[in-house]
Structure formats: structure tokens, C-alpha cells
């Protein structure tokens, strides 16, 4: 099967209260470790590349990967563009073949942000492409994407409903208490903030961030309208907790493959782990 839009996985998950990961590839191992989780678990699957990602693996590369990954797969696939800050960085993606684009306009005014976000929006759909935007600021770190905790701002659900009825944007990102990266405390999710997004918005909402929130937390988020949820520290802390402990074992290792394989199995177990958790298990 090819890549298929965004939308039409996470519109299926709206109407039927699950959520679908959007999982980061950051080389050829996580591709495969992801890909292969959500074909044994006949999961819907929004593979995600950031900017840095596609830095640090090549467009060529990360276009061919994901070709030679979804050719003989029969579950809805999407290529999606994390948190990218431009619009030529989104033309470009979508001329190469994304099926699918957030623009993060997050850290411009909201008015900005509406206008900024509309524009991709109107040359996306143009061509048939999913977009994905965010209002109010998600902590953390990831790539170039760094915002002090404290001064993340939480969305406003009154701002999220004109943002959406102005910008025509398929799915919202949304902030309520996640950050990106590791966390420094305890996560704390302002549930009834998105109680209120949600009863206003009957739309696809994601959350960022969620790798280190707790299982319960995320199923509560899940059963409340999140239906995309972005984890990629936890599959990185996977891999090279794996790749420690056989240099542990063996600190004469010189084969990549001895380590990459099984870090590689590792990411799939905890990509089935969060597959259960969204229950977007045999949604396929
Ligand atoms: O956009 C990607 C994510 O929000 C991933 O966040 O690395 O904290 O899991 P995470
Ligand atoms: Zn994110």
C-alpha cells in the first residue's frame, strides 16, 4: 500500500475513540523497528520525520526508506512532517512526497500564527495533503525546537476554536501540561482543559510529548479526544538502553549489526507497548 493521507487514519480514529502514534524515524532501524510493530499489531501508523531527522538521514534517504518500507504493507500509512517552521521547508516535503505537514506556528503572536498556518493550509490541500498545526507553546526540547518549561503557555479553548475555523487545519496540537524530551518533574495534564477543546472542537487533537506521561494519563488524554500522540524519547532511550547493556555484556563488540538488530527488536516491543495503550490495535 502507498502512503495514504493523514487525515482519513485519524479521521477513522475520531469517529471511533482511539489515537494513532506518531512515531519519529531517526535512521533505518527505527523505520523498520516502528514499521514492523504496527504490521504484527495491524495498527494505522503516522511516521513522523523532523526537520533534524531529515538532516541527519538525507531527504533521498528518508523518501527511498519509507518507499521500500510501506511497499508490501497493508496497513494505512502515513509520512507526516514534524513540527516544521516554514513554508518552504513544507513545500519542499510535499513536492518529495509527505502525505502529510504540521506547521508549527506556536512561538508567533496568534494572529500570526492563524495567518502563517492558513497559507500552508491552502497549498496542502490544494494537493491533497494532511496539516497539522499547534497552538500554544509545548515545553521541552526537540531538535531546534526549545522552549523553557516554564514559560510554555497552555491552550486557550476559546483561541483554539477561532484558530481552527480560520485556518482550516486538520488536526490541532494542543497544549495542556507535556513536554518534549525528558522530564524534569512529574507531568501534570490539564484534563479538563482539553475537556473543553474537545466539547468545542469535534476534530482530531494531538499530543506532543508523551513519552514519560504515564500509561493512565495517556489512555484518559486518548478517551478525552486526543487522537495522534507523538512519542520519540522513549523509542531513542529503547534503542540505547539496549545498545548499553550488550556493550555491558560485551565490550568488544565491533559488528553494528550485533547491537542495532537488537535495539532495532527493542524499539518494536515498546512501539506494541504504545500501539495497546492508544488501542489502535487491528484498526488497520
Ligand atoms: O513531535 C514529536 C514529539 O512531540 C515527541 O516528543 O520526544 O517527548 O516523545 P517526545
Ligand atoms: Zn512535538
Known amino acids: 500500500m502507498g502512503l495514504v493521507p493523514m487525515a482519513d487514519i485519524l479521521e477513522k480514529a475520531n469517529d471511533e475513540y482511539y489515537a494513532v502514534g506518531g512515531f519519529n524515524i531517526n535512521n533505518m532501524e527505527f523505520l523498520q523497528g516502528i514499521i514492523w510493530a504496527a504490521e504484527e499489531t495491524n495498527s494505522p501508523l503516522i511516521l513522523q520525520a523532523s526537520e533534524g ?54 512561538k508567533y503572536p496568534f494572529q500570526q500564527n492563524i495567518r502563517l498556518t492558513k497559507e500552508v493550509v491552502k497549498a496542502a490541500h490544494s494537493v491533497g495533503v494532511t496539516v497539522e498545526a499547534e497552538l500554544g507553546k509545548i515545553g521541552g526540547t526537540e531538535d531546534d525546537v526549545d522552549v523553557d518549561e516554564k514559560d510554555a503557555k497552555f491552550t486557550k479553548p476559546e483561541e483554539a476554536e477561532e484558530f481552527v475555523e480560520k485556518t482550516g487545519v486538520d488536526a490541532l496540537a494542543i497544549a495542556i501540561g507535556t513536554a518534549h524530551g525528558v522530564y524534569k518533574g512529574d507531568p501534570e495534564l490539564d484534563f479538563d482543559r482539553l475537556e473543553k477543546i474537545n466539547s468545542s472542537l469535534n476534530m482530531p487533537l494531538v499530543l506532543h510529548g508523551a513519552s514519560g506521561v504515564p500509561d493512565e494519563d495517556v489512555r484518559k488524554a486518548v478517551s478525552m479526544g486526543i487522537n495522534k500522540v507523538n512519542v520519540n524519547t522513549a523509542f531513542q532511550q529503547a534503542f540505547t538502553a539496549k545498545v548499553k547493556e550488550l556493550f555491558d555484556k560485551d565490550p568488544d563488540l565491533y559488528d553494528p549489526r550485533k547491537y542495532c538488530g537488537p535495539a532495532r527488536d527493542a524499539i518494536s516491543e515498546a512501539v506494541k507497548e504504545k500501539i495497546e495503550i492508544l488501542g489502535s490495535k487491528n484498526k488497520a
Not at 65 to 81: Q, W
Not at 94 to 103: K, L, P, T
Open 53 to 106: 531527522a531529515i538532516k541527519y538521514i538525507g531527504m533521498d534517504y528518508v523518501m527511498n526508506m519509507v518507499k521500500a518500507a510501506v511497499k508490501d504493507t497493508h496497513i494505512p500509512v502515513a509520512l507526516h512532517l514534524d513540527h516544521g517552521s516554514s513554508y518552504e521547508v513544507i513545500m519542499r516535503c510535499i513536492r518529495e512526497g509527505f502525505s502529510s505537514v504540521m506547521y508549527d506556528g506556536s
